[in-house]
């Protein structure tokens, strides 16, 4: 099979990758230029196409058969930025565009679980929503319109809101990371009492069930991906810290809790795997220690 792959050099992009290389084609979009190109991996069925996602009407490709649609701008920095996260919208309308262009059968876009907003409840894509930032209200937006524009192109359209994932490769601005990076270079790191309850994904977790969900998935369908398994987020952090240096001191509870903090967040993962048959098969303690490896090789 041959699969378009938009935001190529992310984490879960990559895994994707990792995991279809070897008997399928794969055509890489990636922003001309950037510096993340070498975390591709190097393989005759990988073809790297440098397009900005802002220019996708504009590429050709092959005739393929599933698009996955990642990329995102202002993903960390840039979440209230309404511009930015409102040209994302259209971004993801181009990327449809792209898929039927390339006469794609299947259009899978990722959005988040921002796009739930404050829950104490087990997140699934039958539920109300309520974002509460513009990254989360673009996400639902995007995942509404490119539902109604693959439907009307005769696309099979599957939208994931995905929770936290972690792994090789994961921007250095996330928790995780940022706690590997300041244990491993014995650095200061400062954070909440860590009460959050908290799900956790692999990205190899998270990548098979982009691929289950572009094969299985029902049409028209949200499914939220995570683990479905929850723990306060400080015991994440202890764990971390005992795999690199447990005599580390973590300086729990000197910051506060963030403007609209979610202090719960699970998957509900149900529908995921009677449609798919998806089931996580990575747990936390074996995914971080692949992580912290990565992270040593290239920290």
Not at 116 to 144: F, I, Q, R
């Amino acid at each position: 099979m041959r699969y378009i792959i938009t935001g190529a050099t992310g984490m879960i992009a990559i895994s994707i990758m990792n995991l279809l290389k070897e008997n399928n084609e794969i055509y890489a979009i990636v922003r001309p230029g950037s510096s993340k190109i070498k975390n591709i991996p190097v393989d005759s069925n990988i073809h790297v196409i440098e397009c900005d996602v802002s220019d996708l009407c504009n590429v050709s490709l092959p005739d393929s058969d599933v698009l996955f649609h990642l990329a995102w701008k202002g993903t960390i920095d840039g979440r209230d930025d309404s511009y930015t996260q409102l040209d994302n919208v259209k971004y993801t309308l181009d990327a449809c565009k792209l898929a039927k262009k390339s006469n794609c059968s299947v259009f899978v876009g990722a959005g988040s679980q921002a796009e739930y907003g404050l829950k104490e409840e087990a997140l699934n894509g039958n539920m109300s929503v309520d974002p509460v930032t513009g990254y989360g209200v673009c996400k639902y937006t995007a995942g509404k319109l490119s539902r109604i524009f693959a439907q009307n192109m005769g696309l099979r359209h599957i939208w994931v809101r995905i929770l936290s994932v972690y792994g090789p490769g994961d921007n250095k601005k996330t928790l995780i990371s940022s706690c590997i990076g300041s244990i491993l270079n014995n650095k200061p790191f400062d954070t909440t009492e860590g009460n959050q309850m908290w799900d956790y994904i692999y990205s190899e977790d998270c990548a098979r069930a982009f691929i289950k969900v572009a094969t299985s998935g029902v049409d028209g369908k949200v499914y939220t991906i995570g683990s479905g398994k929850i723990r306060p987020l400080r015991e994440y952090i202890e764990i971390i810290r005992d795999n690199i240096n447990p005599d580390f001191n973590v300086g729990f509870g000197r910051r506060a809790y963030n403007k609209n903090q979610v202090m719960y967040l699970k998957a509900d993962i149900s529908e995921l795997v009677i449609d798919t048959g998806f089931v996580p098969q990575i747990t936390f303690e074996e995914g971080i220690k692949r992580t912290i490896k990565w992270f040593r090789r290239n920290n």
